[in-house]
Every structure is written in C-alpha cells, then in structure tokens.
C-alpha cells in the first residue's frame, strides 16, 4: 500500500527518528512503512493520521498494493 | 532509503561484542577444560585456567554489555553457542555437583528468558510481525529435518537434545536477522 509518509515528514522537517518517536515505534519501522515494504496495523494507520493532522484516506492509499 | 542496519536490536558494536563474546565463550570453556585434564600436573592446569576464567570474565562482561543496551535477539545466538559447549547431559555424576549445575543453568536460563520476552513485549507491531515470521518458517525447518532424521534414525548417529535446542534457537536467531533485514531493502 502506498502512502505519503515521506512527503508528509518531509513537510514538517521531521526525521524518521522524529516521527517514530512520536508515533512510539522503531524507526526501521517508519522506515519499512515509508517505502510499502510494511502496511501498518489500523490502531498504527489512526496514531499517523492523528500526529499530521488529516485522513486516513488522504495519506495511505488502499488502492496500490504492497509486497507486505 | 536503507541508512543502517536492518533493526535497532542490531547494533554495530552490537556485533562486535557479539562476536567477542562468543569467541571469548568458546576459548574460555576449551581453555578450562584443558585445565581439568592437567589439574593433578598444577603448573600445566595454571597455563590454561587462568586464561580460561579471564576468557569467560571477558565473554560475561561483553554479554551485560549487549543486555544493558536491549540488543536481546544475540542471546539466542549466544545460547545456541553455550548448549552444546556446556554439554549439560554429560557432566560428571555427582549429586552435589549436579544440583550446582543445575542451579547455575536454571538461574542463566531464567534470566535469558525474562529478558528476551521483556524484549519482545515491549517491541513495536513490526518486530512482533519479524518474530512470528521467523519463528514460524525456522522452526518448520527444524521440525522438517527432525522427520527426515527419525526416517534414518537406526543408520544414522544419535541426535542430542541439546542439539535439537541450540538449532531451534540458532535458526530463530538467523530468521529474524533476514526477516529484519527484508523489510528494510
């Protein structure tokens, strides 16, 4: 599944780092969700909607598929 | 977009240390062993225990590095190394040296385990993922190679248990590192 992490982090100056402590996981964690290599569980998907402030829907896009 | 290691369980000088403790392991158990062989010729036993006893400080202490800093998957690769090196069922038989033994093992494993699954219980949805992945696809190699070996079994060598053990947990070990890895590319 694809998603606009990366250009949602890079918005706000954030590192990986950065937003995987907030969201209160691993940065390869981050890291592996960022480049579709990981769809993230719902309760995860909620917490990154909640930390930028939008839409599920508007940041990970159900359509395109990952390998996960 | 891969800057790093494959997991923040596995460290760089997590890996050095490692390797030195499972060096350092090995040397200062072989060493100790060569002692008691020459334990009634005293200066021959001193060359080799001294040596060994500063090996396995040295192995102790790169461990509770490794520990102190939560890099828990090298300790299924430690124990895998320290099983069959300690060589439990073969262990001279006395009753009060075996309850020694048996003390001292139930102590390391009862840490090793309360460690590893504080490690795992505080480990993100990810890493879980990683270690059901692993555990699943090693341990049906095992248990695959354990059938094909009980086919054989009355042409083939005996199987130790420890064996069997430190297999399952080499292989745990192993899974995680290329399912941690996979993630990452």
Known sequence: ?68 | MFSGLPSERISRIGVAEFVGAAATLVAGTLLLRRAGLFYLERPYSYYFFFPGVMALFISGWLVFRIVRRGEYPWVFGLAAIALPLFQPSVAPYTVRFRVVVAIRDLALITTAVLFVARSIRRADELERRVHVQAVSWSYTAIVLALVSYAMFEDVLPPLHATWVASALLASWMAAWAYESARYQR
Request: cysteine-free; aromatic content about 8%; charged content about 25%.
């Open chain 1, 1 to 68: 599944m694809k998603n606009r992490l990366r250009v949602l982090r890079a918005e706000r100056r954030w590192s990986q780092a950065d937003l995987a402590g907030r969201l209160g996981v691993s940065r390869q964690t981050v890291n592996a969700i960022e480049n579709g290599r990981y769809d993230p569980s719902l309760p995860l998907a909620f917490a990154v909607a909640r930390v930028f402030g939008s839409a599920i829907e508007t940041i990970f896009d159900p359509e395109s598929s990952g390998d996960t």
